[in-house]
């Protein structure tokens, strides 16, 4: 810091006020002293400043992403959003997987615990949550995201799954289909049991009979996709709304590979707008979801929390959109 300061012609608590932003400084001399940083090559003492400041400005991301599962794209747009918000804070950001694995989860919050985090972020896995009153260090707020934990409260940035899939059921309706099946991933995540209870209310508010035969639930996985179309158009339906991206990808590939003609013998409609199914036959209609504002929100939400610890805790919903394109 010297040497920076004495090339800035600066003082050296000048140049701490310009790295740890803690008084302004004129423009002029922040340049001068980032542009000496800069040529000297100098970085700042992270674990030194955090030890000095309680403060790391670190942010854990917690997500749970499978290997056989194309939520990954879905939670990288996610975590690229939340880095990209957290850099305008000078937080940097750390990424770990659960792998959907409970006993993963725990591991990974006690990992965080030792590394003096500022803050944590994370989607849980399906089972209750109650632990984290005694396996969280309560030194950092956390921020749930996509999905609610059960048997803790916590600050949550959500997607409107409810309305989503109520929308493109009612869509469906509005074109004279009422043989409408479902295809769903394991339940009890609070994503899969919206957007069953958003199929269910559309098909009610509707005068349609839910008909448990065409609901079908499995492992969020290609071939379970594949497999659970292939019993549902024993079924009769004319339509199917399937509720996670690889299992719409699944149910796809049994579409195409029995030559089913779409939209005219079954309209079809998937979840998240992937670039694949854009280039489907005929291309498909999705509820997209908007992953990188999720990122966005969610980042914001840990930095008022962290700024303001004592408010109360809040849930934020981000609509998604229905992408019509030639499948229904």
């Not at 399906?126 to 995201?145: M, R, W």
Request: proline share 3%; charged share 25%.
């Amino acid at each position: 810091m010297k040497d920076v300061a004495e090339k800035a012609g600066v003082s050296t608590a000048t140049v701490s006020h310009v790295i740890n932003q803690t008084r302004y400084v004129a423009e002029e001399t922040k340049v001068k002293v980032l542009q000496a940083m800069k040529e000297l090559d100098y970085r700042p003492n992270s674990v030194a400043r955090s030890l000095r400041s309680a403060k790391s400005k670190t942010v854990g991301l917690l997500v749970p992403v499978m290997g056989t599962d194309t939520s990954s794209f879905f939670f990288m747009s996610i975590a690229q959003g939340i880095e990209s918000k957290l850099r305008e804070y000078g937080y940097n950001l750390i990424l770990s997987n659960s792998n959907e694995q409970f006993e993963n989860e725990q591991e990974q919050i006690k990992a965080f615990n030792a590394q003096l985090i500022d803050g944590l972020i994370m989607a849980p896995t399906g089972n209750n949550h109650a632990y984290l009153d005694e396996t969280l260090s309560g030194t950092y707020p956390v921020v749930f995201i996509d999905r609610k934990p059960k048997g803790y409260k916590g600050d949550c940035v959500l997607v409107d799954n409810f309305t989503g899939t109520y929308e493109a059921v009612e869509m469906l309706i509005k074109k004279g289909h009422k043989q409408i099946g479902f295809i769903s991933g394991t339940l009890g995540l609070s994503t899969s049991d919206e957007r069953l209870e958003g199929y269910k209310k559309a098909l009610i508010d509707n005068d349609i009979l839910v008909q448990q035969s065409f609901i079908k639930v499995g492992d969020a996985s290609f071939e379970i996709g594949y497999q659970l179309a292939k019993r549902l158009m024993e079924e009769e339906i004319t339509a199917l709304l399937v509720s996670n991206n690889v299992m719409t990808m699944g149910a796809m590939a049994y579409l195409q590979e029995k030559q089913t003609n779409i939209p005219e013998e079954l309209a079809v409609i998937g979840y998240d707008d992937y670039d694949w199914a854009k280039i489907t036959t005929p291309p498909l209609t999705v509820i997209k979801q908007p992953a990188y504002e999720l990122g966005e929100k969610a980042a914001e939400a840990l930095i008022d929390r962290i700024n303001n610890p004592n408010q109360s805790y809040r849930e934020n919903r981000l609509s998604t959109e229905l992408v019509i394109r030639k499948s229904i």
